[in-house]
């Protein structure tokens, strides 16, 4: 019997520590622990023992049980780890590996040529405004000299919201100047880029929606000369050092004098082609200094202040900036057309 116990130890042990799986513990629990079990069954003999030796094999046999469940509890544990880390290590993840790219757009070139002129100006103490597309005649003309009567507020030419002609989309940012002669302290240097509304029919080179960046500065003997330079030194940072400018004498009911700045054609370098329509120039903005007469109707003293402004077409800008041939393309907004910036 001794014997037997001692068999049954032996094998239990280095078969529990040999299984594989739960299933196969569960099979050698029965088998040897269990009610028909093989340790049941030399139990079952023990009433064949003599008085005397039954406490000693009686304790032998409860010391193989304690064995055989210590083994059997180990080898659970034991296989529960390997299981778990096993799991683990399935579902690791490696955050080291990169991640899938997210596919960006690009600037719109009305956009970087924004950006490009808004760094420019900044770098020159310009602040950046913003003001309403929604405007009131009275800062889209009146203030700005253009009387009743004026040809461009004519109804064929402007958005009204109303029959008294009060309300309209503004045909040029040029009233951001008188918002900001009536809010700003002076001196004033200021940019004021948006849309602006005029009916136009959709060509090559129109749009009745389109985009100017009106500058003005307003300080102590500001002259023509300071806005020949400032424009100068704009055409050169966005088109490049050496670029040649133009000043033509224009008119402007709200600038005296006035002028408007051509830039030479980039594509013939101004013997004349289709880009330029044969010019050899390409017409960028209206500018003058202001009248005075405006400076009175906010309230500067045109004695003591003097200043200048200009309006320059963005698309155009753009246009010439990234050497775009049809306004169109610029709103169209096709995706083959827009990779190439
Ligand atoms: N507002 C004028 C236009 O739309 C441009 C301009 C702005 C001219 C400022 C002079 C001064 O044509």
Redesign the pocket.
């Known amino acids: 019997m001794k014997e037997q116990l001692a068999k049954i130890r032996a094998e239990a042990l280095s078969a529990l520590e040999n299984a594989r799986d739960s299933a196969a513990l569960d099979e050698l629990r029965v088998k040897y622990l269990g009610k028909k079990g093989e340790l049941t069954a030399v139990l079952k003999q023990m009433g064949k023992l003599s008085a005397e030796e039954r406490p000693a094999m009686g304790q032998l046999a409860n010391e193989v049980r304690a064995a055989v469940e210590g083994a059997l509890e180990t080898a659970t544990q034991k296989l529960e780890e390997a299981a778990l880390s096993a799991k683990l290590k399935a579902e690791t993840v490696d955050v080291t590996i990169p991640g899938r790219p997210i596919r960006l757009g690009r600037r719109h070139p009305m956009n970087a040529a924004l950006e490009e002129i808004k760094e420019i100006f900044i770098g020159m103490g310009f602040t950046v405004l913003d003001g309403p597309e929604i405007e009131l005649a009275e800062l889209n003309f009146d203030r700005?000299n253009a009387e009743e009567g004026h040809p461009s507020r004519d109804w064929s030419d402007t958005f009204y919201f109303d029959e008294d002609s009060r309300v309209m989309l503004r045909?040029?940012?040029?009233p951001m100047?008188v918002r900001a002669m009536d809010t700003m302290e002076l001196p004033i240097r200021i940019i004021a880029p948006g849309r602006?509304y005029r009916k136009d029919e959709v060509d090559a080179t129109h749009s009745p929606m389109f985009h100017?960046v009106?500058?003005?500065v307003i300080d102590k003997n500001v002259t023509m000369a300071d806005l020949k330079g400032t424009l100068n030194l704009l055409a050169e940072q966005l088109f490049g050092a050496g670029t040649v400018t133009r000043f033509r004498p224009?008119h402007?009911p709200?600038?005296e004098p006035?002028c408007e700045m051509d830039v030479q054609c980039h594509k013939c370098g101004g013997a004349g082609c289709p880009t330029c329509k044969g010019e050899g120039w390409i017409e960028l903005?209206?500018?003058?200094m202001?009248h005075p007469h405006v400076l009175e109707m906010a309230g500067i003293d045109p004695d003591k202040w003097s200043g200048?402004?200009?309006?320059?077409g963005l698309e155009r800008t753009a246009m010439r900036r990234f050497k775009i041939a049809d306004l169109r393309l610029i709103f169209e907004n096709d995706v083959r057309f827009l990779e190439q910036f």
Request: proline residues 0%; negative net charge.
């Open positions: 700005l045909s040029q940012t040029s100047q602006v100017q009106e500058g003005m224009h402007f709200f600038t006035s903005l209206g500018a003058g202001i200048w402004a200009f309006g320059m």
